[in-house]
C-alpha cells in the first residue's frame, strides 16, 4: 500500500535560508522510491510550540498516514521536537525509535544521544528522524520496510500481523 505522508525538516538555520535541506531531499526520494506519495513539506525552526502545532494541524487534518519529522532530536539545548511530538501524540510506539537506535549504534557511539520518539495521534503515525542525512538515511531504511503495515493497521485493516 502507498502511504500518503509528510515532512517537517527542523533546522533554524535552514528556516531562514542559510542551509539546504539535503536530509529531506534523501528522505524525499527514498519515500518515493518507495512508492509513497509526499503530500506536504516544512521547514521550521526549532521552536516547540510552531512544531506541536504543524504536527497537530497535519495529523488533524486526516489526509496523512505518515509523517516524518527530520532534525532536533539531538543534546543541543534547541534540540525539542521529542518533546513537542511527545505532547501531541496519543499512543507512543516506540518499537521505531528503537530499532533506530539499536541499527544505529552498530555503525556509531553516538546513536546513544538519539531522543528519537514515535507514537500515534489519530490515525497518523509520527516518527523522528535525525537531522543528518546520513544518518536520516540509515534510520529511514530500518523502518521503510514497517511502515505500510503501521499505516494499515492504523487505518483498521483487520487482516493478522503473522509474517510468513
Known amino acids: 500500500m502507498a502511504i500518503d505522508w509528510g515532512l517537517i525538516t527542523l533546522s533554524d538555520k535552514g528556516a531562514v535560508g542559510q542551509r ?3 536530509a529531506g531531499a534523501a528522505i524525499t526520494q527514498i519515500m518515493r522510491d518507495a512508492g509513497h ?9 526549532d521552536e516547540a510550540q510552531q512544531i506541536e502545532q504543524t504536527l497537530i494541524d497535519w495529523c488533524d487534518s486526516g489526509r496523512m498516514g505518515l509523517i516524518l519529522t527530520c532534525g532536533g532530536t539531538g543534546l543541543s539545548p534547541r534540540d525539542v521536537t521529542p518533546e513537542a511530538t511527545l505532547r501531541v501524540i496519543q499512543r507512543a510506539v516506540p518499537g521505531f525509535a528503537e530499532a533506530m537506535r539499536a541499527a544505529s549504534l552498530r555503525i556509531t557511539p553516538h ?5 528519537s520518539v514515535s507514537g500515534v495521534r489519530g490515525q497518523t503515525l509520527i516518527i523522528n528522524l ?3 542525512r546520513k544518518a536520516a538515511i540509515e534510520n529511514l531504511e530500518v523502518v521503510l520496510p514497517a511502515l505500510a503495515h503501521a499505516v494499515d493497521k492504523l487505518r483498521g485493516d483487520p487482516a493478522d500481523c503473522a509474517i510468513g
Open 111 to 115: 546513536a546513544m544521544l538519539s531522543r
Open 37 to 45: 506519495q509526499r503530500l506536504d513539506y516544512t521547514m521550521i525552526p
Open 20 to 22: 539546504e535541506d539535503t
Open 130 to 132: 535525525p537531522g543528518s
